[in-house]
């Protein structure tokens, strides 16, 4: 059957026929046309471009249309390097990236050490540093700062918390890793200080420049605990279950905040006029629940920290 149709011959049209089937192909043509160019029910709304600027950017950045975020991307949830993508990503990142939006900015995250992280901001490395850095008096006399979250310190001990490490003051001869630079290094440093005092042996402690690398001490047993941000420990306990735990309960807690350089005010407000944006459209709040941070790390006002600033 199928070689008999295809040798058959074609019929002729009539021309009057081919005519009138030619119009009415011209006119459901034109038809179509007018429908796509007139009545606007039938055109599509428009999405809102979420890096439309809401916020003036500041006239001073280091590279034109970039924000330059300086981060220790070794503390995870809040930054770390993702190994699938290379890429900073975490908590932390994804607020200063919906910050810099706001001021129609690309973001440029440059990794650095903690222990040198705002001596390299003010001496213009970059524009900002996010980096779960506490709010201390030493450090508000060298920065200003956006406050954006609620952290303490905690213990991580291996499961079962074979020692029985509820405090750092309780660790006298034991041993302690902890991250290069940080508020927990000197607590430590205070509390071994106290130990010898009271006529005992110090804490031996391990100080790092990678946290990775400081709970990878633990998970190695070459030190007793680790002592970091509340969020931190929680993240390491959540990606490793049934190896680590909390020793005690959560101390200290302080508000962390967004570095900017002393006396810098249109950077300082720039940040803080987004950030109160963010805050207010839900973005602050999806973000903690896309990291499954506590609630209570939430900072419940919105202020900035500066002695140049009102």
Not at 186 to 210: R, Y
Not at 225 to 254: E, H, K, M, R
């Amino acid at each position: 059957m199928r070689s008999f149709s295809a040798k058959r011959k074609a019929q002729r049209v009539p021309r009057p026929m081919l005519f009138l089937g030619a119009c009415v192909i011209l006119v459901l043509l034109l038809t179509a046309c007018g429908s796509t160019t007139t009545g606007s029910s039938s055109t599509p709304v428009p999405t809102p471009n979420a890096s439309t600027p809401t916020v003036t950017a500041p006239t001073d950045l280091i590279t034109p249309g970039t924000l330059t975020v300086g981060s220790d991307t070794t503390y995870p949830p809040q930054e770390y390097i993702d190994t699938k993508t290379g890429k900073a990503t975490g908590f932390d990142i994804d607020l200063i990236t919906a910050i810099a939006q706001r001021m129609g900015l690309q973001v440029n995250i440059v990794t650095t050490g903690f222990d040198t992280i705002i001596d390299s901001l003010s001496a213009k490395r970059f524009d900002v540093v996010i980096s779960a850095m506490t709010i201390n008096s030493d450090r508000e006399q060298k920065v200003d700062f956006v406050p954006y979250f609620n952290a303490g310190e905690s213990l991580l001990v291996q499961k079962g918390n074979p020692k029985n490490i509820t405090a750092i003051t309780g660790m006298c001869g034991m041993k302690l890793g902890v991250q290069d630079g940080t508020v927990e290094q000197t607590d430590a440093q205070t509390a071994s200080a106290a130990c010898q005092k009271a006529g005992k042996p110090a804490i031996a402690m391990t100080v790092l420049k990678d946290q990775t690398a400081v709970v990878q001490l633990l998970a190695t047993n070459r030190v007793d605990a680790t002592y970091q941000d509340s969020p931190v420990t929680d993240y390491y306990i959540l990606q490793n279950p049934g190896q680590f735990v909390v020793g005690g309960s959560v101390v200290n807690a302080a508000p962390e905040g967004i570095a900017v350089r002393k006396g810098d005010t249109s950077m300082l407000t720039a940040i803080q006029t987004s950030f109160n944006q963010l805050k207010a459209a839900g973005t602050y709040d999806a973000l903690f629940k896309k990291w499954s941070l506590d609630a209570e790390q939430k900072v419940s006002f919105i202020e900035r920290r500066s002695s140049a600033v009102a």
